[in-house]
């Protein structure tokens, strides 16, 4: 099958690779009628994230039809139409069943080397990096789905790609996002990053009762498409100071809660940042966390902070003091897609959210790396690219 590889640093092939096979009795196999590239991606294609090979498959945002089951499949049969979600889960260990299968116990072959850097062990993703299981990733013609009674989730034949795929993950992580803000009617929740998680978090925060949401970024279009939601909008290269503006707007008080839904590689920052981005090319300090020290400063004294842009490691020049002092709480993680999958797809059958908004680019899987250069560069008003192998 055709399949999106990782080849280096920028450098993505779409290439022939094995078809995937069942290898184990709970697996399915998925014929790929739709699939995305995500922020998360870009941590790859710029050659941040350790433990990637050449030729890995890459994308951990597909849907499309089970063409093959494992004898223990119970849940699935061959002809379903199903969404993804990116954490894999084996539905059965402590947290999985605490709602947490972000964090599953069970699905991370290669755990230990997670461990030796964070401590313990987080759940297997596909397509992203060894040191999270070396699953093959979705953006191929087809994919290997472990623990297929747990994990897919069937959705209706009449709804059309776009409205349900970001469901594997953009949807649910900005809702995930949301809903760590513990949002009080009356609110003011601020967002760091336009991007897809982004505008999710900003229609998430609408619908769990924020007053008003106010993101920032510095990339004019998607900053509009926020504004399209109902958010305010700061674009962080024309203000002086972000913590200002955001003290200006609230009263002097500052905003009940903060997301960051940037990471590790983030813009900005004055010569802190200049020094985040040298320090991170040199492998002196993992990620660049302009946003996170911004956040920690601009959230109003007793406020939420809440964290889904992605961090892998070390960060430097932290105001920890501001956390602390100021009695902050903060919430984070992956997000554990399938808590939500259900809840969500409700919402978007119900008219409440129709997800689609976000894809403004679609291609087929041959330009793939086409996508990827789209998407990093944020260039052409792209914010999503969806992928269809079949197209
Ligand atoms: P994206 O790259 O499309 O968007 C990031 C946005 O942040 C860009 O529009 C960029 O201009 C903006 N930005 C950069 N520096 C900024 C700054 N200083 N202030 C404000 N905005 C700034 O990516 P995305 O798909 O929206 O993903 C966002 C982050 O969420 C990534 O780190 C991704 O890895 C992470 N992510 C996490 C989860 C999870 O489960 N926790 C899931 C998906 C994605
Ligand atoms: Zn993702
Ligand atoms: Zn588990």
């Not at 709602?99 to 230990?112: D, K, L, M, Q, R």
């Not at 009356?186 to 967002?191: E, L, N, S």
């Not at 925060?205 to 958010?231: K, N, S």
């Amino acid at each position: 099958m055709k399949a999106n590889c990782w080849m280096g640093t920028k450098k993505m092939e779409v290439q022939d690779v094995p078809d995937p096979r069942i290898l184990n009795r709970h697996d399915a196999i998925v014929k790929i009628s739709s699939t995305a590239i995500c922020g998360s991606d870009l941590h790859m294609y710029n050659g941040l994230l350790a433990t990637m090979q050449r030729g890995d498959v890459l994308g951990h945002e597909f849907m499309g039809e089970v063409v093959e089951v494992g004898p223990d499949v119970k849940n699935l049969k061959v002809g379903d139409r199903v969404i993804v979600p990116f954490p894999i889960s084996c539905g059965k260990c402590y947290y999985c069943q605490e709602g947490w299968p972000s964090i599953c116990e069970n699905t991370n072959p290669n755990g230990w080397m997670q461990e030796a850097l964070w401590g313990h062990a987080t759940a297997g993703v596909y397509g992203y990096s060894h040191m999270l299981g070396a699953y093959a990733g979705g953006q191929a013609e087809y994919a290997r789905v472990p623990f297929a009674d747990v994990n897919p989730l069937k959705v209706p034949s009449d709804v059309p790609d776009e409205k349900v795929l970001f469901l594997t993950d953009a949807f649910p992580t900005g809702y995930f996002a949301a809903d760590n803000c513990e949002i009080q009617p009356g609110d003011t929740i601020a967002i760091w990053g336009a991007g897809p998680i982004g505008q999710f978090a900003a229609r998430s925060a609408f619908l769990l009762g924020a007053e008003r949401v106010i993101v920032i970024d510095r990339v004019d279009y998607r900053l509009r498409m926020a504004e399209q939601a109902g958010a305010e909008t700061i674009n962080f290269e024309e203000a002086d100071s972000v913590l200002d503006v955001l003290k200006d707007i609230t009263g002097g008080r500052g905003p009940d809660a903060c997301i960051d839904a940037v990471g590790m590689q983030a813009s900005g920052g004055g010569i802190l940042g200049a020094l985040d981005h040298v320090k991170q090319a040199v492998k002196l300090e993992t990620d660049r966390p302009m946003v996170l020290r911004e956040v920690m400063r601009a959230v109003r004294n007793g406020g939420r902070i809440s964290i889904v842009g992605d961090y892998i490691g070390i960060i430097d020049n932290v105001p920890f003091g501001a956390v602390m002092n100021r009695g902050i709480t903060m919430r984070m993680g992956q997000a554990p897609v399938q808590r939500y999958y259900h809840q969500l797809l409700e919402r978007i059958l119900n008219g409440d959210m129709d997800p689609s908004f976000v894809a403004t680019h679609t291609l087929p899987l041959s330009e793939t790396p086409k996508g990827y250069e789209l998407m990093d560069k944020k260039e052409d008003g792209c914010v999503k690219v969806v992928v269809k192998p079949g197209m």
